[in-house]
């Protein structure tokens, strides 16, 4: 195990409460934005909280991920689903090395030669 993802859950709520009570305004921002989607519930929970672990990979983000991974799980998110929604994630990051790798050599390319 890389890391107590259960521990870290509990840690990282005690932060976001401190954080919370020293910017209530921007806790209640990020909580309307984080809510938003439910209002429609057009993909449902499952599929947002997939959208959401997929996103928390691209975006390299710990709390994200143990967060969602939890919401996954209690919305009936499978173990296959998740990977599935990872590989996604997986997939389009090398798409976007590949996309930025032709910009550089584009760069390269309009560089003025001597």
Known sequence: ??????????????GV???????????RGYMALSAAGQKTD???AKVRELIALAVAVTTRCDGCITVHTEAAIKHGA???????ALGVAIALNAGTALVYSARV??????????
Do not use: C, H
């Open 1 to 14: 195990m890389m890391l107590d993802w259960n521990g870290y859950r509990t840690q990282l709520a005690a």
């Open 17 to 27: 409460k401190e954080v919370g009570q020293l910017s209530p305004d921007t806790v």
């Open 105 to 114: 050599m584009d760069a390269f390319n309009e560089y003025p030669r001597t």
């Open 42 to 44: 057009l993909l449902g």
């Open 78 to 84: 499978t173990k296959e689903e998740i990977a599935e």
